[in-house]
């Protein structure tokens, strides 16, 4: 049997669905899991702990300056985080549905925070 190197779990009210596969993406997992077996389903394999779920925080600002501002003012008064992604995207808002557009730079960041002492 292959190890599971990467699981995805879609949650829903009641049922979860879960998705592992191995270091070559074949599929070594897929199941139906109702929320009261979630934790009893990952601790048979050997997961005492779940991880820390991700955070997800997005800059938006018309000047590249201004969302660099953005960024490093946030990471100054954060004491540390492990960064996951980041993603750059421009595109054309409107601040009213009347107005016209104008160009907008988003940066979103995935990162995960600092454990707790």
């Known amino acids: 049997m292959h190890a599971t190197t990467t ?4 949650i829903a009210k009641s049922v979860f669905q879960v998705h592992g596969v191995d270091a070559d993406g074949q599929v070594v997992i897929r199941r139906q899991l109702k929320r009261r077996y ?8 050997g997961v005492s702990e779940m991880p820390r779920p991700m ?3 997005m800059f938006m600002d018309a000047k590249a300056s201004g969302v660099e501002e953005q960024i490093n003012s946030w990471l100054d008064h954060l004491s540390a985080a492990t960064i996951i992604k980041s993603e750059t ?5 409107a ?23």
Request: hydrophobic share 45%; proline share 12%.
């Open 7 to 10: 699981i995805g779990l879609d």
């Open 38 to 45: 979630v934790l009893a389903f990952f601790e048979k394999r």
């Open 55 to 57: 955070k997800v925080k």
């Open 89 to 93: 995207v421009v595109t054309a808002l």
């Open 95 to 117: 601040a009213k549905p009347t107005d016209g557009t104008f160009p907008c730079i988003v940066v979103t960041i995935w990162y995960e925070p600092p454990e707790p002492n």
